[in-house]
């Protein structure tokens, strides 16, 4: 829950988690343990994700053996499980504003801790991958350093210690329940980045739940703010995917006035997952059409409760008839706002609508205009 502003402790420092917070850590477990589990002929179907997030290695291994009834020991789980998963630790991605965030925060001075429930040479071996990242940090700290790992606050306390700070002045970084608690428990502020959908509710401690690093705002807790804004919208790294239009929810056109041209989330599934919920913009290609402006909302829909993690186009264009089967390709150049929920279907229009004016100004800038000439939106 947010404190109100004048409540809120300003932050000297950041003490920041690593797993599900900077890097996705999950994907590649998540690959692993379907193999491994299957071999014993169980299915793993992500489900216990949500038990094993912010956990020690031996809770996690502990919870595994025991909910799928493995025919082994925790001892002999892990020593399968780490060698599989060393090999793919360079396959570990940054999550979307990560890379972002460490730059921005060692370039301002900011000291930084890295606090994480792994062990410390997991953690080395884990950032070694992500270029410049340990130099960022002044401290680094793992589970096996201290007496309890998270909920317990032994690791941000310990990391506050060796920063020289005042846990009160530690802003805490965090995707997970545990390192939620462990923030809290240490005295520390803590924002709340979720790295399981739907999950909000979970995360009341929290003086701040964010749906992802794009949407941190520093200067909330006394730290310097981010400058590459540009009119209301966040430069990202763009990205292209493209199929052939295929029916939706049916709604689009019918209930909000606004149609939104879907593709098939089979052949996309990766850019899915790898892409925070949200709204985005870019430019949509249609081969016999053009090339239009479009603004897009990737996620829920909060305010219909998908069960489905869909994307959304919306090309700016006054369109005579639909465009259904044909190809449809899009570069996605830069971020609005995360996804909200809407007391009435009238300020979801008009918030969708504020959206659109935003994104129809700032493809005019040149770093977002460029894209256009893209050959892929075409060919
Ligand atoms: P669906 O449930 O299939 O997504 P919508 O009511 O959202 O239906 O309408 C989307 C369809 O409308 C698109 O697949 C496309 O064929 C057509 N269409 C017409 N104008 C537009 C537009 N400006 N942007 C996106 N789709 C449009
Ligand atoms: N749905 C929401 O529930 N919350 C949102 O914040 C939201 N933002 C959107 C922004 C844009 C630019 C577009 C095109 C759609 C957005 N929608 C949002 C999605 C809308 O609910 C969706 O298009 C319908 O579900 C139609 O299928
Ligand atoms: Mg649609």
Redesign the pocket.
């Known amino acids: 829950m947010s404190m109100s502003n004048s409540l809120k402790k300003l932050s000297s420092c950041v003490l920041i988690d690593l797993d599900g917070t900077l890097i996705n850590t999950d994907g590649v477990v998540s690959d692993i343990l379907r193999k491994y589990l299957s071999k014993y002929g169980k299915q793993w179907d992500g489900r216990e994700a949500l038990k094993i997030v912010g956990k020690t290695p031996l809770e996690a291994a502990t919870t595994i053996v025991e909910d799928y009834g493995l025919p082994c020991g925790v001892d002999e789980f892990n020593s399968e499980f780490y060698p599989l998963f060393s090999a793919q630790m360079d396959k570990i991605k940054s999550l979307p504003g990560a890379n972002r965030l460490i730059r921005h925060l060692n370039g301002h001075g900011v000291p930084m801790a890295l606090a994480s429930n792994s062990s410390r040479a997991n953690i080395e071996s884990k950032i070694s991958y992500h270029q410049g990242w340990k130099d960022c940090f002044s401290v680094i700290i793992g589970s096996d350093e201290v007496s309890k790992g998270k909920p317990s606050p032994d690791l941000f306390l310990e990391a506050a210690r060796k920063l020289n700070k005042d846990p009160g002045e530690c802003l805490v970084i965090e995707d997970s329940v545990p390192g939620v608690l462990a923030g809290k428990a240490a005295g520390a502020s803590v924002i709340a980045v979720p790295s399981l959908p739907k999950q909000t509710h979970l995360y009341t401690s929290a003086d701040e739940v964010i749906n992802s690093l794009l949407d941190l705002k520093p200067e909330k807790w006394g730290l310097p703010p981010f400058q590459d804004w540009i009119e209301n919208t966040l430069p990202i790294d763009p990205w292209r995917i493209g199929g052939p239009v295929i029916k939706?929810?049916g709604?689009?056109s019918k209930?909000?006035g606004?149609p939104?041209a879907n593709l098939s989330t089979k052949d996309y599934a990766e850019e899915l997952v790898e892409h925070p919920s949200g709204?985005y913009f870019g430019w949509a290609g249609l081969a016999t059409r053009g090339v239009f402006k479009m603004?897009?909302?990737i996620?829920w829909?909060?305010?219909?409760n998908?069960t489905e993690k869909t994307i959304?186009?919306?090309l700016l264009h006054d369109f005579t008839e639909d465009f259904y089967g044909e190809e449809l390709r899009l570069i996605i150049v830069g971020y609005i706002?995360?996804?909200?929920?809407?007391p009435s279907l009238e300020s979801?229009v008009a918030?969708?609508h504020e959206?659109?004016q935003v994104?129809e100004k700032a493809l005019d800038l040149p770093s977002y205009a460029k894209f256009k000439d893209d050959p892929y939106l075409t060919k």
Do not use: C
């Not at 829909?301 to 219909?304: A, E, K, M, S």
């Open positions: 939706g929810f709604r689009g209930v909000l606004i939104t709204v603004v897009m909302s996620g829909n909060p305010y219909f998908n959304e186009p919306w706002r995360p996804e909200a929920n809407f979801l918030k969708i959206d659109r994104a």
